[in-house]
């Protein structure tokens, strides 16, 4: 629809000019007073356009519309505001007035449903036999450095060398549960220089900032991955440290996201993630401090109750953090996730986001209140 449609002044939404014929407007020009006789009156009869009604508003080309009395002349057309309170319906006001339906944003049925099978998965592998567990590891921080190195290169054009990090993250994870925490920072620390040297093959420019965004890929995700694998190396309870671990930090994250999606009304940090809100905050140190507690109770050995409300207190803020944290590095970024190859969820690093930063504080907490296991 023309711009001239609303507001346009007196005879200017006509087809033709207002002081021309009838039989001249239709061949687009007035003919001389003095140039042959008038036209027959049947012959203008055929001719003349229908009269104009102009309607409530005033608008003289509304008989283009002639079929509606209000509304868009086109389905996907939205009327203006002035136009809005021509013919008011009965329950206009009240529809305005109307909070829109809150979304979740994501495909909550993909979401579920992967996130079942990563369950029976990680569950399986957990309990049947640890060392296959130390490989579900080992995968999720080569794919996890895949897909921040990727997105690093394609936003940033920052070059890491993804060989020297994939082959020492592993290195990382398996050392640490073999030899402790002392293999895990040698394996770190040789990643580095692995990281130096194999980025000394190509063009000296960008060097410095290159190896340092491999230096921190390297300890983002496959060194604080490792402290999984200190857990699951307790002798006494290693598997049921690593569920505790898992369980809290996803009651975390789940009541965060229910408590604040029905009652969120205040930002946390809207700078860094609008969606994340206070109230969701205390929706996730609830639901972790009873889940903590349950889990410390019942699951770990010589564990205590109250152990477990500071473990699910702690579980909450450093879930939280690491989640703001990606957050950043993905604002930083210009990009939504870091990957598409888990339906509902987006990347493996959009779901370690929270579980790494969180493995460390897990595992410092265990050796507090009842030893290396």
């Known amino acids: 629809m023309n711009q001239s449609s609303w507001g346009a002044p007196p005879g200017a939404g006509q087809w033709g000019p207002p002081d021309q ?4 407007a239709l061949r687009g020009a007035a003919p001389p007073a003095s140039a042959g006789p008038v036209p027959h009156e049947g012959d203008v009869a055929q001719t003349r356009p229908m009269p104009i009604v102009p309607g409530p508003g005033g608008h003289q080309d509304d008989h283009r519309g002639a079929a509606r009395r209000s509304g868009p002349l086109f389905r996907d057309e939205k009327p203006q505001e002035p136009m809005s309170t021509s013919f008011p319906g009965p329950d206009s006001s009240q529809d305005s007035e109307k909070p829109k ?3 979740a944003g994501r495909n909550l049925r993909a979401a579920i449903g992967v996130g079942v099978g990563l369950g029976v998965i990680i569950i ?7 060392p296959v567990f130390i ?21 940033k054009d920052i070059q890491v060398p ?18 402790g925490t002392e293999g895990a920072w040698v394996a770190m620390a040789l990643t580095a220089l692995a990281v130096l040297v194999w980025r000394m093959t190509e063009a000296p420019e960008n060097y410095l900032r290159d190896v340092t965004a491999g230096v921190f890929a390297a300890f983002y995700v496959p ?17 049921q440290r690593v569920l505790t671990f898992l369980l809290l930090t996803v009651v975390s994250d789940t009541g965060a996201y229910a408590v604040g999606w029905r009652f969120g009304k205040h930002k946390l940090a809207p700078r860094i993630s609008p969606g994340k809100t206070r109230e969701g905050l205390v929706g ?3 639901f972790a401090m009873v889940a903590g507690a349950l889990c410390m109770e019942f699951l770990i050995k010589n564990g205590v109750w109250w152990q477990g409300l500071l473990l699910g207190l702690t579980v909450a803020a450093s879930a939280t953090l690491g989640d703001l944290g990606e957050s950043m590095i993905k604002r930083d970024l210009g990009i939504k996730d870091m990957g598409t190859l888990l339906p509902g969820h987006g990347g493996i690093m959009d779901r370690l986001d929270s579980l790494l930063p969180t493995a460390p504080v897990v595992w410092l907490l265990f050796v507090i209140f009842v030893g290396s296991g």
């Open 101 to 103: 339906k809150k979304s």
């Open 284 to 286: 996730a140190v609830l």
């Open 162 to 179: 993804l060989v020297p990090l994939a082959v020492g993250g592993t290195a990382m994870v398996v050392a640490g549960y073999v030899r």
């Open 21 to 24: 014929g009838p039989a001249s």
């Open 135 to 155: 490989g579900v590891i080992a995968i999720a921080v080569v794919v996890g450095l895949w897909e921040l190195t990727s997105r690093l290169a394609e936003r």
């Open 223 to 239: 060194f604080l991955a490792t402290f999984v694998a200190l857990m699951l190396a307790a002798e006494a309870d290693g598997p």
């Open 124 to 130: 399986a592998s957990l309990f049947v036999y640890k």
